[in-house]
């Protein structure tokens, strides 16, 4: 099946700096969103994004679905970003279920 | 409703005991998900719904777990016989037609743990 892996792993960050999470798929995808699960293990979604570029505020992805990766920028963080990011993938071939990447767990230091 | 709703929110059970979680998606959304997450891990893909059938159940990860939906709206999940490996959060999560080309919206789960 369809892989899906995320980096980096952990990243610590100080408030207000920047930084990019990296989402690879082995795949085509149908869809591709991105999560945040908050420190109360709530999912909350980011961005509904199969290809293309989206920004909300402080934050902005990039799929690049021929290459098979996409991209979360976190601008000017704060320490209410700090959580789990959860990239997810729908593979063309493989039905509707959405696959999970393990995660990157951020922390945002005041 | 206004978004997924799981009930209970916590669920404390005897190791050996049935248990069944349950699952109310967005109105109107025709597939449902269910997740299990252990302790610091990812989610783990357990069921697909469009509307009351079920296209795919590879993830169950044993005979002793079923699922069903009724009335293509509500759904139940069932753990006969729990055992302490059972214990994680179950997440739920609805799309309007189906995770090939819509968006997911999750619940905020229901934390079993078996003793």
């Known amino acids: 099946g369809i892989q899906v892996e995320q980096s980096p792993p952990d990243l610590i960050l100080q408030e207000g700096a920047n930084s990019t999470l990296r989402c690879n798929f082995s795949?085509?995808?149908?869809?591709l969103q991105w999560f945040h699960q908050n420190p109360w293990g709530q999912l909350i979604n980011l961005f509904y994004?199969?290809?293309g570029t989206k920004q909300n505020g402080r934050l902005s992805a990039t799929t690049v679905a021929t290459e098979r990766y996409s991209l979360l920028y976190i601008s000017s963080s704060q320490t209410t970003d700090s959580g789990v990011y959860f990239c997810?993938?729908?593979?063309?071939?493989?039905?509707?279920?959405?696959?999970f990447g393990q995660g990157t767990e951020l922390s945002v230091k005041p | 409703g206004a978004g997924v709703s799981q009930s209970p929110s916590n669920k404390v059970t005897e190791k050996g005991k049935d248990v069944e979680l349950r699952c109310d998606p967005i109105?109107?959304?025709?597939?449902l998900y269910w997740y299990r997450q252990s302790l610091g891990q990812g989610l783990e893909f357990l069921i697909y719904?469009?509307?009351?059938?079920?296209?795919?159940k590879s993830g169950l990860p044993s005979d002793r777990f079923s699922a069903e939906r009724t009335g293509g709206s509500v759904s139940t999940l069932t753990i006969q016989r729990t055992q302490q490996e059972d214990s994680a959060v179950y997440l739920c999560?609805?799309?309007?037609?189906?995770?090939?080309?819509?968006?997911?919206?999750f619940g905020q789960g229901t934390r079993l743990t078996v003793v």
């Open positions: 999560a609805s799309s309007p037609q189906g995770g090939l080309v819509t968006e997911a919206f």
């Open positions: 795949d085509s995808v149908n869809n």
């Open positions: 994004i199969p290809s």
């Open positions: 997810a993938v729908v593979a063309y071939n493989q039905g509707g279920k959405l696959i």
């Open positions: 109105s109107g959304h025709t597939a």
């Open positions: 719904f469009q509307g009351n059938s079920a296209p795919d």
